[in-house]
């Protein structure tokens, strides 16, 4: 037989299918993941995948994912570490709700269904888990602790009830926080969100603004720069003044919050927020005709998002109150316009409109045909000034103060400064600090999520629900109309919500609402270490042995959402003496995407890869190395340009090497073939590397390049025989533990190995393998390269610039020109620059 029919007669043993049903048992019985052994006195890694939502089966995101996680905690361990690497399902929310009244079916059978789908999924694409830790938050067991935390929010003032304007999707009847309103959509159904006054429950999250801001530079590096920039954005924190207006026929004062208090002498119109308090009051004073217009204006804006009412692109509209402030430092009179632009819970629900100097202002008061004056101008003067009102375009720049009369000529530094001392003394202001921050919305009125622990009696009022009374169980679905309704279905639970008083044992109610899953997702992290406990959320001490996580890998799209609630409860968590540390993650990795012709994928734009079909056709490996190999882990993977056929080519190649290796085990390895082992030295020493600064898909490359050229020494020399192949073979395995592990598993057995490979630690390169013979020194002339010279990596630069001169095709190259300059950096370049 030639070597092209024993080639492709061992390729066709390579059966992915029958290596993964040979595997699968046998990991099962070994448990070889588990994190339970106390005597264990290797050091930690915690490595986490962002909770999967169990909507279904796995999808090709899930596949990314997980796999790309998967591949840092076989990695870790290899390294010498004990690392966890735990899963669960966040199996609260509306999706899962909204689909089982849509089959009339109970969530629970729904959700939990899905669950074994997507587990019986997991476990053929075998990423590394403990599952003995798995948790699910509709457990009892779980949403218990949520109830629990609550509390401990509740008796610190952190948990209040209040009513406000909330965000209403209309389709699903419920409240949403404002970072689940995305374009002014809900983020789970896509319906319009408009406003309601209503009364919710909160989490004091404001109160942590700072700390939330300050404490991200402990994450500077090990979080993507994009994310830390989201949750200072999100957080909004700015310095500037509370300024004082007196407002005309009214006893209270109005405060305005202003960055830019040095624009002061610029206001021509104070705003106001449509549905706030002010306005209404402001209102009520004016004629018939100003009230008319601004109830219509007001209902107007009810069905506006706070993100379109901010957009700067929207033509600006207001309602002139037929009232008017006064300036507090010139006591001239400011017309007060109600402006949808403006939001009720930022600042004081009022701003100062200074047109001239800040850009929505200025299409504001073009709009309505305001007065617009400039008083910063870039040299002190309205000479060479562009009148705003004309241009359209403010002047948000610095420059020296004008028209403010005793304060002109100052910067705008100094101008802060002196305005706000002179607000201070004249009673009408002081430095401020504000936040575009809002407190968290936790209230939910749907039937699938934890039921908020709290009684209300006529006598008592709220009474929390005592911690020996925890879990309050949601009661059955059956009997329950669960289809929205803009009040928990809950509340129609009677038998359930029907409770004696904990305090006067008087006739009571449960909270029908029930908790954002945020709340779920905020803490889960700690349920892995103590999943099974009944007596505490989790324990202590295992906290201080494992936690934080040293690895999260997830999707940007929870950059605001679940990152900044799971940063707010740690810091709580941290003060109340839980936890020894303030941030949950220390290092994040978020993942791209993976698209389908350059777009989304959907059923029914037709372009969906489904995951079960791929692990069908190519099997559990080929998929997580076309995964790892398609490009930079945060960039966009789109379907249609990567190739499963050619990783699955790829990895019959190492399982063959394997096959055809004919040395044994602990042979004299330093015995092999010099070159091969320098490239499997070289290999050891840069992959490490390359895994931890997360570029899988250059290791991917060179374990490649290790799998071809060991290929070729078995088949033109030094033989399968040689020691070198051997080793090279072993370090094989080892690596493709890391990213396709059945195939590395069944590599090892044929090596003569017993299981597991993912126990193998990855080996230390030997440093007289790493030193270079020689290297390549490239010679250009006039910046074309016209030559490479192998020589030794300690030559000296006039021994390289010699070598360089006398090589024909560099002298070819610079034939009867002058040399003007010569560059040496030995022993890599030599650039020769010639008169041309």
């Known amino acids: 037989m030639s070597h092209e029919q024993t080639a492709h007669a061992t390729a066709e043993k390579y059966d992915f299918a029958a290596i993964q049903e040979k595997w699968l048992p046998?990991?099962?019985?070994?448990?070889?993941?588990?994190?339970?052994?106390?005597?264990?006195?290797?050091?930690?890694?915690?490595?986490?995948?962002?909770?999967?939502?169990?909507?279904?089966?796995?999808?090709?995101?899930?596949?990314?994912?997980?796999?790309?996680?998967?591949?840092?905690?076989?990695?870790?361990?290899?390294?010498?570490?004990?690392?966890?690497?735990?899963?669960?399902?966040?199996?609260?929310?509306?999706?899962?709700?909204?689909?089982?009244?849509?089959?009339?079916?109970?969530?629970?059978?729904?959700?939990?269904?899905?669950?074994?789908?997507?587990?019986?999924?997991?476990?053929?694409?075998?990423?590394?888990?403990?599952?003995?830790?798995?948790?699910?938050?509709?457990?009892?067991?779980?949403?218990?602790?949520?109830?629990?935390?609550?509390?401990?929010?509740?008796?610190?003032?952190?948990?209040?009830?209040?009513?406000?304007?909330?965000?209403?999707?209309?389709?699903?009847?419920?409240?949403?926080?404002?970072?689940?309103?995305?374009?002014?959509?809900?983020?789970?159904?896509?319906?319009?969100?408009?406003?309601?006054?209503?009364?919710?429950?909160?989490?004091?999250?404001?109160?942590?603004?700072?700390?939330?801001?300050?404490?991200?530079?402990?994450?500077?590096?090990?979080?993507?720069?994009?994310?830390?920039?989201?949750?200072?954005?999100?957080?909004?924190?700015?310095?500037?003044?509370?300024?004082?207006?007196?407002?005309?026929?009214?006893?209270?004062?109005?405060?305005?919050?202003?960055?830019?208090?040095?624009?002061?002498?610029?206001?021509?119109?104070?705003?106001?927020?449509?549905?706030?308090?002010?306005?209404?009051?402001?209102?009520?004073?004016?004629?018939?005709?100003?009230?008319?217009?601004?109830?219509?204006?007001?209902?107007?804006?009810?069905?506006?998002?706070?993100?379109?009412?901010?957009?700067?692109?929207?033509?600006?509209?207001?309602?002139?109150?037929?009232?008017?402030?006064?300036?507090?430092?010139?006591?001239?009179?400011?017309?007060?316009?109600?402006?949808?632009?403006?939001?009720?819970?930022?600042?004081?629900?009022?701003?100062?409109?200074?047109?001239?100097?800040?850009?929505?202002?200025?299409?504001?008061?073009?709009?309505?045909?305001?007065?617009?004056?400039?008083?910063?101008?870039?040299?002190?003067?309205?000479?060479?000034?562009?009148?705003?009102?004309?241009?359209?375009?403010?002047?948000?720049?610095?420059?020296?103060?004008?028209?403010?009369?005793?304060?002109?000529?100052?910067?705008?530094?100094?101008?802060?400064?002196?305005?706000?001392?002179?607000?201070?003394?004249?009673?009408?202001?002081?430095?401020?600090?504000?936040?575009?921050?809002?407190?968290?919305?936790?209230?939910?009125?749907?039937?699938?999520?934890?039921?908020?622990?709290?009684?209300?009696?006529?006598?008592?009022?709220?009474?929390?629900?005592?911690?020996?009374?925890?879990?309050?169980?949601?009661?059955?679905?059956?009997?329950?109309?669960?289809?929205?309704?803009?009040?928990?279905?809950?509340?129609?639970?009677?038998?359930?919500?029907?409770?004696?008083?904990?305090?006067?044992?008087?006739?009571?109610?449960?909270?029908?609402?029930?908790m954002d899953t945020f709340v779920d997702s905020s803490w889960y992290f700690l349920r892995f270490l103590s999943p099974n406990s009944d007596e505490v959320a989790f324990d202590v001490a295992e906290a201080k042995k494992w936690a934080p996580v040293d690895q999260y890998v997830g999707g940007v799209e929870h950059a605001i959402l679940h990152l900044l609630y799971a940063r707010f409860m740690t810091k709580v968590l941290h003060d109340y003496g839980y936890v020894d540390f303030e941030e949950p993650f220390t290092a994040l990795l978020n993942q791209g995407m993976v698209l389908m012709d350059g777009q989304k994928m959907s059923k029914s734009v037709g372009n969906l890869v489904e995951f079960a079909d791929q692990m069908h056709s190519y099997g559990a490996d080929a998929l997580r190395v076309t995964l790892a190999f398609a490009g930079p882990p945060e960039d966009d993977i789109d379907w249609a340009d990567v190739s499963p056929t050619g990783s699955t080519k790829f990895l019959a190649r190492a399982w063959r090497i394997a096959h055809d290796v004919s040395s044994g085990p602990g042979i004299d390895v330093s015995t092999g073939d010099t070159a091969l082992r320098k490239l499997v030295h070289h290999f050891l020493a840069d992959v490490p590397d390359l895994i931890e600064s997360y570029k899988f898909n250059v290791a991917v490359a060179r374990l490649m390049e290790l799998v071809n050229v060991t290929r070729k020494a078995i088949d033109k020399g030094p033989g399968a025989a040689d020691a070198a192949v051997r080793e090279a073979a072993e370090t094989i395995a080892v690596a493709l533990n890391v990213f396709a592990p059945y195939t590395a598993e069944d590599m090892w057995e044929l090596l003569g190995y017993e299981p597991t490979v993912a126990h193998v630690e990855w080996r230390q390169a030997e440093p007289a393998l790493l030193v270079e013979d020689e290297v390549t020194a490239v010679v250009q002339v006039n910046g074309k390269v016209r030559g490479r010279l192998q020589v030794s990596p300690s030559i000296m630069p006039d021994e390289l610039e010699r070598l360089a001169r006398g090589d024909a095709n560099v002298q070819r190259a610079i034939g009867e020109a002058e040399i003007t300059n010569v560059i040496v950096r030995a022993p890599k370049i030599v650039s020769i620059a010639t008169a041309r």
């Open 26 to 514: 046998v990991w099962d019985a070994l448990k070889p993941f588990a994190t339970d052994d106390a005597t264990d006195e290797r050091p930690r890694k915690y490595v986490l995948d962002m909770f999967s939502y169990p909507s279904g089966d796995l999808h090709m995101g899930h596949a990314e994912a997980f796999g790309l996680c998967d591949v840092l905690a076989r990695y870790w361990r290899q390294r010498g570490y004990n690392v966890l690497h735990p899963v669960g399902w966040d199996s609260f929310g509306l999706p899962a709700e909204n689909a089982a009244i849509k089959r009339g079916a109970d969530p629970r059978d729904w959700t939990y269904g899905n669950i074994e789908q997507q587990k019986a999924s997991f476990r053929v694409y075998a990423p590394s888990f403990d599952w003995s830790r798995e948790i699910h938050t509709s457990d009892p067991e779980y949403y218990q602790w949520n109830q629990w935390l609550f509390l401990k929010l509740y008796e610190k003032g952190l948990a209040y009830r209040k009513a406000s304007p909330v965000n209403w999707c209309p389709n699903d009847q419920t409240v949403l926080a404002n970072e689940q309103v995305v374009d002014g959509m809900c983020e789970r159904c896509g319906a319009v969100v408009t406003k309601r006054n209503l009364t919710q429950w909160y989490f004091r999250i404001t109160a942590y603004a700072d700390r939330l801001v300050d404490d991200l530079t402990q994450l500077e590096g090990a979080w993507p720069a994009k994310v830390l920039s989201m949750q200072r954005n999100w957080v909004g924190r700015s310095t500037g003044a509370d300024v004082v207006f007196g407002i005309e026929g009214r006893d209270e004062p109005v405060t305005v919050y202003t960055t830019r208090p040095d624009t002061l002498f610029g206001v021509t119109y104070m705003a106001v927020a449509p549905d706030s308090a002010l306005a209404a009051e402001l209102a009520a004073g004016a004629t018939s005709a100003v009230q008319t217009e601004f109830a219509a204006y007001l209902e107007k804006t009810k069905t506006e998002s706070d993100i379109d009412r901010q957009s700067t692109d929207r033509e600006k509209t207001g309602v002139f109150l037929d009232r008017y402030a006064t300036h507090p430092l010139t006591g001239d009179r400011i017309p007060i316009w109600a402006a949808d632009y403006v939001l009720a819970d930022y600042g004081h629900g009022a701003v100062m409109g200074v047109p001239a100097h800040d850009q929505r202002d200025l299409d504001f008061a073009r709009a309505l045909d305001l007065p617009v004056r400039v008083v910063v101008a870039p040299d002190g003067t309205l000479t060479d000034v562009d009148d705003p009102a004309e241009t359209g375009t403010a002047l948000s720049g610095d420059g020296l103060l004008v028209n403010s009369g005793t304060f002109d000529g100052l910067s705008k530094d100094e101008a802060i400064d002196a305005l706000t001392t002179a607000l201070g003394e004249a009673g009408a202001g002081e430095t401020a600090t504000n936040y575009r921050l809002r407190d968290w919305l936790i209230s939910r009125q749907r039937y699938w999520g934890t039921p908020i622990p709290i009684i209300h009696c006529d006598s008592c009022g709220e009474v929390p629900v005592p911690e020996s009374q925890l879990p309050v169980k949601l009661p059955a679905a059956e009997g329950l109309d669960l289809r929205p309704k803009g009040t928990s279905p809950l509340g129609g639970a009677d038998d359930w919500a029907t409770v004696d008083c904990p305090s006067c044992g008087g006739s009571a109610r449960r909270d029908s609402d029930t």
